[in-house]
């Protein structure tokens, strides 16, 4: 099985495709520190905000877009600055900085000759494998930010594992072992005979729809959240819930979880008032609007994206790319 080929729907998923995560070699500190010194080792370094380093001109370069730092750079720049093993991938050690200084990392870009990038710009601007690299990195780097005291006795945390826990100082009554937290929503396509449910904020560019979303609850199903939101924000009763796919967004520790869900009804009413407008979709009012400029999917790094043209594939067999291609040469 040539694993690289392995279908990759969403962006930012199938890491593991390439990366091994090592979890069970976190806590031996002699080796990580082996690993930190290797020739091979690279190093990702973010920002207090998550912007990475990116190379300034890779687009006429091609090929890797990540500005990485190897074991001798990081030493002479960076001193011992801690950084989190993210994973060995390609026989290479790959680690994650976080540099706070503002100061100190604007003039790191210059001497890298690097420019920061945010996570959703370099998105479809990276290769698979580096947009899940950054992703990793930048989900784990705002854990450890905002994870700085323990929530049950209030004492600083202390990263551990290769940067993976974080221990309570308390010793006498604590010492409790703090984790990374994904929080999960659900981002599903309604159908009905033939149509889907699409809805749109106030404050989206004009046109815009996508499928709709939200977080889950506490004693949550995803099914349940699924037929929860669709009811809370457009009225509509859905029945049956199907898994499609799923996409790390860590912006700042989302994983969106995707579903198809068939509705009993198109009757829309809405309850909440998160959406500015809900309504049902044909494909040909699809195809209509983005040829007229009129309709606007989410963005292409999205699972919104992806689950409306796996839909439009499947239902009418028409390929959203080549739509929104012939749209946007218009
Ligand atoms: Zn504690």
């Given at each position: 099985?040539?694993?690289?080929?392995?279908?990759?729907?969403?962006?930012?998923?199938?890491?593991?495709?390439?990366?091994?995560?090592?979890?069970?070699?976190?806590?031996?500190?002699?080796?990580i520190?082996?690993?930190?010194?290797?020739?091979?080792?690279?190093?990702?370094?973010?920002?207090?905000?998550?912007?990475?380093?990116?190379?300034?001109?890779?687009?006429?370069?091609?090929?890797?877009?990540?500005?990485?730092?190897?074991a001798?750079?990081?030493?002479?720049?960076?001193?011992?600055t801690?950084?989190?093993?993210l994973g060995?991938?390609?026989?290479?050690?790959?680690?994650?900085?976080?540099?706070?200084?503002?100061?100190?990392?604007?003039t790191?870009?210059?001497?890298?000759?690097?420019?920061?990038?945010?996570?959703?710009?370099?998105?479809?601007?990276?290769s698979?494998?580096?947009a899940g690299?950054?992703?990793?990195?930048?989900?784990?780097?705002?854990?450890?930010?905002?994870t700085?005291?323990?929530?049950?006795?209030?004492?600083?945390?202390?990263?551990?594992?290769?940067?993976?826990?974080?221990?309570?100082?308390?010793?006498e009554?604590?010492?409790?072992?703090?984790?990374?937290?994904t929080?999960?929503?659900?981002?599903?396509?309604?159908?009905?005979?033939?149509?889907?449910?699409?809805?749109?904020?106030?404050?989206?560019?004009?046109?815009r729809?996508?499928?709709?979303?939200g977080?889950?609850?506490?004693?949550?199903?995803?099914?349940?959240?699924?037929?929860?939101?669709?009811a809370?924000e457009?009225?509509?009763i859905?029945d049956?819930v199907?898994?499609h796919?799923?996409?790390?967004w860590?912006?700042?520790?989302?994983?969106?979880?995707?579903f198809?869900?068939?509705?009993?009804?198109?009757?829309?009413?809405?309850r909440?008032?998160?959406?500015?407008d809900?309504?049902w979709?044909?494909?040909?009012?699809?195809?209509?609007?983005l040829?007229?400029?009129?309709?606007?999917?989410?963005?292409?790094?999205s699972?919104?994206?992806?689950?409306?043209?796996?839909?439009?594939?499947?239902?009418?067999?028409?390929?959203?790319d080549e739509?929104?291609?012939?749209?946007?040469?218009?």
């Open positions: 099985m040539d694993r690289a080929k392995l279908p990759r729907p969403n962006t930012f998923a199938g890491l593991s495709l390439i990366l091994d995560r090592v979890a069970e070699r976190r806590d031996e500190s002699a080796w520190a082996e690993q930190a010194r290797s020739a091979k080792a690279r190093y990702l370094l973010l920002d207090a905000a998550g912007e990475a380093f990116m190379q300034k001109d890779f687009l006429q370069q091609g090929g890797e877009a990540l500005r990485w730092l190897d001798n750079e990081r030493e002479q720049l960076l001193g011992d801690p950084a989190s093993l060995i991938a390609n026989q290479r050690p790959h680690f994650m900085l976080v540099l706070d200084d503002a100061t100190r990392i604007d790191l870009e210059t001497a890298l000759d690097a420019r920061r990038v945010g996570l959703r710009a370099a998105g479809l601007q990276l698979a494998d580096e690299l950054f992703a990793y990195a930048k989900g784990l780097s705002h854990w450890q930010r905002e700085r005291y323990c929530a049950h006795c209030g004492f600083p945390l202390l990263l551990v594992a290769a940067g993976h826990r974080a221990r309570c100082t308390n010793p009554d604590c010492g409790r072992l703090h984790f990374p937290r929080d999960a929503a659900v981002i599903m396509l309604v159908e009905h005979d033939g149509a889907c449910l699409l809805g749109r904020q106030a404050g989206w560019p004009p046109g729809y996508s499928t709709l979303a977080f889950v609850e506490p004693g949550e199903s995803l099914e349940d959240a699924v037929r929860r939101e669709v809370e457009a009225g509509v859905v049956e199907r898994y796919s799923s996409q790390p860590p912006m700042p520790a989302s994983l969106m979880v995707g198809i869900a068939t509705a009993v009804s198109r009757q829309i009413s809405k909440d008032h998160e959406l500015e809900a309504r979709f044909t494909p040909k009012q699809i195809v209509d609007g040829a007229d400029g009129s309709f606007l999917p989410s963005m292409a790094l699972v919104s994206y992806h689950l409306l043209a796996h839909w439009l594939q499947q239902r009418a067999g028409l390929d959203l739509l929104v291609a012939n749209s946007n040469s218009r």
